[in-house]
């Protein structure tokens, strides 16, 4: 049974950092490209960054660059999202999703909070 379990929300001011991660199991994890989702009150689910297997192509939503960083450890199986320099806009659930051969999985999220 495939899981994605996110960790390392929690609620900041604007201006601090958070690292998000998020474990799979029960997945050959470096298979599968890793994508960062957030979901804000009120908003659609948008993307905000993505990683390949390997590890040697990122992508980011142009509101988060230059501020949030994707990266992977497939020995751990593990992705995560250093997010510095957090703005109010930044505040949603985040899920990671994992796609490879027309397959996808979604974690259940967690919680970041931006507020003075």
């Known amino acids: 049974q495939v899981q994605l379990v996110e960790s390392g929300g929690g609620s900041v001011q604007p201006g601090e950092s958070l690292r998000l991660s998020c474990a799979g199991s029960?997945?050959?994890?470096?298979?599968?490209?890793m994508t960062w989702f957030r979901q804000g009150p009120g908003k659609e689910r948008e993307l905000v960054a993505g990683i390949t297997g390997a590890g040697d192509l990122t992508k980011y939503a142009d509101s988060v660059k230059g501020r949030f960083t994707i990266s992977r450890d497939n020995t751990k199986s593990t992705v995560y999202l250093q997010m510095n320099s957090l703005k109010f806009e930044d505040t949603g659930v985040y899920y990671c999703?994992?796609?490879?051969?027309?397959?996808?999985?979604w974690g259940r999220g967690t919680q970041v909070i931006v507020s003075p």
């Open positions: 029960g997945l050959f994890f470096s298979d599968y490209d």
């Open positions: 999703h994992a796609w490879a051969r027309e397959t996808g999985y």
